[in-house]
């Protein structure tokens, strides 16, 4: 993929939040306790992605330049406990059946741009997201 040939869109959302499911994708490097680590150490950025199961409680993260406290930081980077209230609550219709973590600090965003970026937004279409909540680390 040539990113002088990639538009990307803005676009109103079709339909309410509270009819909508949504997902989260972070730059945290939230993974699974039983997923391999990020790969802190690559220089050119880890650009592989990990997907959480909506239904999972056991998290951690891996991040070079952030050593968070897991027992409260973690939802201010990877807002699941949050985003389940409030699907509870009926502020969102529902939550996509998996969501996706990625490595922040790549520097050399070429692998992303050309085949996990794109193997993520087909996962997420694949799952019915109406709408993704992006949070930066």
Request: proline fraction near 9%; charged fraction near 25%; include cysteine.
């Amino acid at each position: 993929m040539n990113l002088n040939h990639k538009v990307m869109l803005f676009v109103r959302p079709e339909k309410p939040l509270r009819e909508s499911r949504l997902a989260l994708v972070t730059t945290g490097g939230v993974h699974l306790p039983e997923q391999p680590r990020f790969d802190i150490d690559d220089p050119s950025g880890d650009c592989s992605y990990r997907e959480i199961p909506t239904d999972t409680y056991a998290l951690t993260w891996t991040h070079a330049y952030y050593a968070p406290d897991h027992g409260t930081d973690l939802d201010s980077v990877f807002p699941l406990w949050t985003l389940r209230g409030l699907a509870n609550e009926g502020v969102v219709g529902e939550l996509g059946p998996r969501h996706f973590s990625f490595m922040g600090a790549i520097h050399d965003p070429g692998p992303l741009v050309e085949r996990t970026a794109p193997e993520v937004a087909e996962k997420l279409v694949e799952d019915g997201v109406d709408a993704v909540l992006l949070t930066p680390s």
